[in-house]
């Protein structure tokens, strides 16, 4: 199929599929006589592989570490299934640090709030800045 019919079948624009294509994510793609780009049915498969991770966090040197070479061939169970273990365990680290800013962001609110309105806003500053060094040292 040719790089159009491909575009409208996986809704990517052309020029990303040739992106994915100059960065090797692809496999070889066939040339018609015509010169145009003759792309097998199964490319339209791989790209939706490669948009789902990407969209699940993963690199494009993650994604074609993750691919058959050149993009044909037997895919390996154990390097995928390893693959996406790591990637779980750097999403809970993340989810982890999200939450432990979301906490320190939800203290300085409750600081603030807890600030009498009016007053030297430096003095208010040093106020809540301390009452938040006591909150560390008490963690």
Known sequence: MKIGELARESGLAPSRIRFYEREGLIGSIDRGLNGYRQYSRGTRQVLEIIVMAQQA??????????????????????????????????????????????????????????????????????????GLKDQVKAD
């Open 57 to 130: 966090g993963f690199s494009l040197d993650e994604i074609r570490n993750l691919l058959p070479p050149h993009g044909k061939g037997d895919w390996s169970r154990d390097r995928l299934v390893a693959a996406l273990k790591a990637k779980v365990v750097e999403v809970a680290a993340l989810r982890h640090r999200l939450a432990e800013t979301q906490a320190g962001l939800e203290a300085v609110i409750a600081r603030i709030e807890a600030t009498p309105p009016g007053g030297d806003c430096f003095e208010n500053a040093e106020a809540v800045l301390a």
